[in-house]
């Protein structure tokens, strides 16, 4: 599929329709009138915020090489946690 095809399928409404859904305790279509509940399967389904976690870091000014070390060092640390 050519990314032109892609692009013009996101934009159609009917496509967003069919293939993109909302899940928040249950599943919903998108409409023009909002959300409307309905459990079939879909492409991509779009999670609220109470079914994910988001985290957020800043590091200081370092090259890529240290950065990759440091994040490799910091999953060692996370895994062994679990």
Request: no cysteine; net charge positive; hydrophobic share 35%.
């Amino acid at each position: 599929m050519k990314i032109n095809d892609l692009i013009q399928m996101i934009k159609s409404k009917k496509w967003l329709r069919n293939h993109i859904g909302y899940f928040h305790e249950d599943l919903f279509d998108l409409s023009d009138n909002g959300f409307e509940s309905n459990n079939n399967a879909k492409k991509v389904i779009i999670v609220s915020r109470k079914y994910y976690q988001e985290s957020w870091a800043t590091y200081p000014s370092i090259n890529l090489k240290e950065l990759k070390e440091l994040l490799k060092l910091q999953k060692g640390i996370s895994d062994a946690d679990i």
